[in-house]
């Protein structure tokens, strides 16, 4: 595949583009979906193909094909070339520069698992069965009315090909367990959660025993909610359900979102965003990590990149295209594994100092505005009283803005969750709109 990358950057180089990109691939997904004792879906498949990016008299084009064919490639790449002619001119567009090629990481990152071919069809099927009668493994088992799992895997390559020297190849693995649960409330409801848990080798993923008992017990946990009080709230965010909050906040890092003007974080590169918990760096050298690489999507060399320091935002996600549309130097297009400043606090020390609040489980809906930072988010979780998990809440709603939120940030708990490359941990936010009854 490597060969095919670079020979199609010849022949697009051939056909008149004065630069190419060519990323050739292969990929390969396995999962089995069982339902209430029974397989309900299987599904393998493998996708080669190679993707190319064309710059030709000063107009830009990507395109992509499955057909590998030496002789389908060159009527392919002698179209496309064509067709890019025909498109308007954006001096913008370019490669990077090669310097930026240089670089790259030598550490293993350990990003493919050896030992990927060693899981059978019979094997998937068997851990979709086992996380089936773990979810059932309980006194409260009548209450159960339907159970979901689900197993799946996958093993990528790929290789990437530029005509201005950078040559790169990545191989990754990933396997996923999961078990979804849904239960039967006195007042004729069907509250329903889910447990779900994945990592890049194998040996990295727990046990389907542990997995399907914390979907029933986080299922069963939403018996007999109601809707908490409306006010004004200190809110416990856990590892798992943060991912919704960073996500958004994020968002507003987009350099497509600064040109545009349509980020709330537009113009802030050296602002104060949040107080000084809010400490995070985008690492793409973390060893197994989900969101691990030693080059980025066009080829820059993966290098560690503080987001926020100290409350203050230091760097936005920049490639090399909007980079040039806002005169900035190009940082890296896309997020890869966040690392934060954590604290020094457990999850349930941090609910005994906040006494009384409100911890949140998971979001439900809600949206948020890029451009304003304003968001509405639906919550279910617990009331904290005392320092402990008191009644299930749900039907409730949170709003409020990112500007004055992440000053609100009382706390960073020790906890990052593992099945995410933000790899969150509990945060604590202080003022919170939250409108209930």
Not at 90 to 102: E, H, I
Not at 363 to 372: E, I, K, R
């Amino acid at each position: 595949m490597l060969d095919i990358a670079g020979k199609v950057v010849e022949r697009a180089q051939a056909h008149g583009a004065q630069q190419v990109a060519a990323s050739a691939y292969q990929v390969r997904e396995v999962s089995v979906q069982w339902r209430d004792g029974a397989v309900e879906k299987l599904m393998e498949a493998t996708t080669r193909g190679v993707g190319v990016e064309l710059y030709v008299d000063g107009r830009y084009a990507s395109v992509s094909t499955s057909d590998l064919r030496a002789d389908a490639l060159d009527t392919f790449l002698t179209d496309a070339v064509a067709m890019t002619r025909a498109l308007a001119p954006d001096p913008f567009r370019t490669l990077p520069d090669p310097a930026l090629y240089v670089g790259q990481s030598l550490a293993d990152l350990q990003l493919a698992d050896p030992h990927y071919g060693d899981l059978t069809a019979v094997r998937r099927r068997e851990l979709a069965q086992q996380l089936e009668q773990a979810t059932r493994n309980t006194a409260e088992s009548a209450r159960i009315l339907s159970v979901t799992t689900s197993v799946s895997d996958s093993q990528s390559q790929s290789w990437r090909v530029h005509s201005d020297g950078f040559t790169g190849e990545k191989a990754g693995t990933s396997y996923w367990l999961g078990a979804q649960v849904s239960v039967q409330d006195a007042d004729g409801r069907r509250p329903e959660d889910a447990c779900y848990a994945g990592a890049r080798w194998r040996g990295d993923v727990p046990d389907p025993q542990g997995v399907g008992e914390e979907a029933t017990r986080r299922a069963l946990s939403r018996l007999g909610s109601s809707k908490p009080e409306s006010g004004t709230k200190t809110l416990v965010v856990d590892a798992r359900a943060a991912g919704r909050v960073v996500s958004s906040l994020l968002s507003g890092l987009s350099a497509a979102g600064w040109q545009q003007k349509r980020s709330f974080l537009e113009g802030k590169i050296d602002h104060t965003i949040g107080n000084d918990l809010l400490d995070l760096t985008d690492d793409p050298l973390v060893v197994r990590g989900l969101g691990s690489r030693r080059f980025d999507g066009e080829g820059m060399a993966a290098r560690e990149m503080p987001l926020f320091a100290g409350g203050v935002l230091k760097h936005g996600f920049i490639d090399t295209y909007y980079g040039k549309k806002l005169g900035l130097a190009p940082t890296t297009g896309r997020m890869s594994n966040l690392r934060w400043r954590l604290g020094q606090r457990t999850h349930a020390e941090l609910l005994r100092d906040v006494g009384d609040g409100i911890l949140v489980t998971s979001f439900l809906g809600g949206n948020a505005n890029g451009t304003t930072g304003d968001f509405s988010w639906g919550i279910q979780g617990f009331a904290i009283r005392g320092g402990q998990i008191a009644e299930p809440i749900g039907e409730a709603n949170i709003s409020g803005n990112h500007l004055t939120l992440w000053p609100s940030l009382l706390a960073v708990g020790d906890d990052p969750y593992r099945y995410s490359a933000l790899r969150t941990p509990t945060l604590v936010f202080g003022g919170v709109s939250v409108a209930g009854r």
